[in-house]
């Protein structure tokens, strides 16, 4: 069983950053594919960014790309989501998700394990 504890989140002014980080235990960690995702009030969850369990490989929901930078530290099975020029639409709570076997998915039934989520609140 795996379990993941998100940090990090907080209240932020647009064009701020903010870096999540996603701890994790119980399992092979670099086995891992990881991915972020953020749910809105009253919205889906939706995908944001996600990398192969060897971080060689990542992708980015378009709203993101060139702004959030997702990263992971094998050594200490940790993933992270540097977040820069915030932007008062992406306030949401943030989850990360783990799914065993190399290879990433962008869609939230594709993820084995959740963390409990973040709040990110970005203010205009």
């Known amino acids: 069983q795996v379990q993941l504890v998100e940090s990090g989140g907080g209240l932020v002014q647009a064009g701020g950053s903010l870096r999540l980080s996603c701890a994790t235990s119980?399992?092979?960690?670099?086995?891992?594919?990881m991915g972020w995702f953020r749910q809105a009030p009253g919205k889906v969850r939706e995908f944001v960014a996600a990398t192969t369990g060897s971080g060689g490989i990542t992708s980015y929901v378009d709203s993101v790309k060139g702004r959030f930078t997702i990263s992971r530290d094998n050594a200490k099975n940790t993933v992270y989501l540097k977040m820069n020029s915030l932007k008062p639409e992406d306030t949401a709570v943030y989850y990360c998700?783990?799914?065993?076997?190399?290879?990433?998915?962008?869609?939230?039934?594709?993820?084995?394990?959740w963390g409990q989520g973040t709040q990110v609140t970005v203010s205009s």
């Open positions: 119980g399992g092979t960690f670099s086995m891992y594919a």
């Open positions: 998700a783990a799914r065993l076997g190399g290879s990433y998915y962008t869609h939230v039934e594709a993820y084995d394990y």
